[in-house]
């Protein structure tokens, strides 16, 4: 139906498949909530996603803390030498928060998108990659470049350089680009080489790994062998790796 355009019946569809989760299943229950809350924004109905946007939020925090007291009680029983079940940990608030943010963005409501960002990472403050990543797309769009060169950097940091930071460095990249610097910084340079396991090399379409020894932008090498060349399913010839976005 969502394909179709049908987004009124898709919405009833989503509905009766949250009916078969409980609110206190641990993880189950957002997807049709998400699914629910994209439809209702395409058919422009925006105050009935938001209310439900901030239900599901509400849902995901009062269930992440009923899962961190039984967890600690489960603990306890442990130490004391009892039995105990260890409950299914459930969804994070954070993650619930980073999804209602990009589902609002790509529908073109960066206000309200913002609403959940920030939530997610206040849920949790040394996490909220993604959301950082939102924070930092919302920054360059209004042409705030050092929020967004700040967001993108917590994105790359409180994600670890892992798998899930690779759509920041564009915005970082951008971000600096847009303002007037050259390059990425030091800092970003010294932690990948540290991470050592993989350094992007960005195109108009994406971005890819690069192997072997390459040059950096401010001039200085990566050892050879750092990292290893990524194909995509569509092999491209390969480019510079002073390649801009």
Same mark, same amino acid.
């Given at each position: 139906?969502?394909?179709?355009?049908?987004?009124?019946?898709?919405?009833?569809?989503?509905?009766?498949?949250?009916?078969?989760?409980?609110?206190?299943?641990?993880?189950?229950?957002?997807r049709?909530?998400?699914? #629910?809350?994209?439809?209702?924004?395409?058919?422009?109905?925006?105050?009935?996603?938001?209310?439900?946007?901030?239900?599901?939020?509400?849902?995901?925090?009062?269930?992440?803390?009923?899962?961190?007291?039984?967890?600690? #009680?489960? #603990? @306890?029983?442990? @130490?004391? &030498?009892?039995?105990?079940?260890?409950?299914?940990?459930?969804?994070?608030?954070?993650?619930v928060?980073?999804?209602?943010?990009?589902a609002?963005?790509?529908?073109?409501?960066?206000?309200?998108?913002? #609403?959940?960002?920030?939530?997610?990472?206040?849920?949790?403050?040394?996490?909220?990659?993604?959301?950082?990543?939102?924070?930092? !797309?919302?920054?360059?769009?209004?042409?705030?470049?050092?929020?967004?060169?700040?967001?993108?950097?917590?994105?790359?940091?409180?994600?670890?350089?892992?798998?899930? !930071?690779?759509?920041?460095?564009?915005?970082?990249?951008?971000?600096?680009?847009r303002?007037g610097?050259? &390059?990425?910084?030091?800092?970003?340079?010294?932690?990948? @080489?540290?991470? &050592?396991?993989?350094?992007?090399?960005?195109? !108009?379409?994406?971005?890819?790994?690069?192997? &072997?020894?390459?040059?950096?932008?401010d001039?200085?090498?990566?050892?050879?062998?750092?990292?290893?060349?990524?194909? !995509?399913?569509?092999?491209?010839?390969?480019?510079?790796?002073?390649?801009?976005?």
């Amino acid at each position: 139906e969502v394909k179709r355009g049908r987004f009124s019946e898709a919405i009833e569809y989503y509905r009766r498949a949250s009916s078969h989760f409980a609110a206190d299943d641990p993880r189950d229950w957002f997807r049709p909530r998400l699914g #629910e809350i994209i439809c209702l924004i395409k058919a422009v109905r925006a105050q009935e996603a938001l209310d439900r946007s901030r239900d599901a939020w509400k849902i995901a925090e009062r269930e992440y803390a009923r899962f961190d007291r039984l967890k600690k #009680e489960a #603990e @306890r029983k442990i @130490r004391r &030498g009892d039995s105990a079940e260890i409950p299914r940990r459930p969804i994070r608030p954070s993650v619930v928060g980073s999804k209602l943010g990009q589902a609002f963005l790509q529908e073109g409501e960066p206000d309200v998108a913002l #609403e959940f960002f920030r939530n997610a990472i206040e849920g949790n403050p040394r996490g909220g990659c993604r959301a950082r990543q939102g924070l930092a !797309t919302i920054a360059l769009r209004v042409g705030d470049f050092s929020e967004a060169e700040k967001r993108a950097v917590e994105a790359l940091e409180v994600g670890k350089y892992q798998a899930k !930071t690779v759509s920041a460095w564009p915005l970082l990249i951008e971000a600096r680009q847009r303002s007037g610097k050259r &390059g990425l910084g030091r800092k970003q340079i010294a932690a990948v @080489r540290k991470v &050592g396991n993989g350094v992007v090399i960005f195109r !108009t379409n994406g971005c890819r790994f690069a192997s &072997g020894s390459r040059r950096c932008w401010d001039g200085s090498s990566f050892p050879r062998k750092t990292v290893r060349w990524m194909p !995509t399913r569509l092999e491209r010839p390969r480019l510079p790796w002073v390649a801009s976005p």
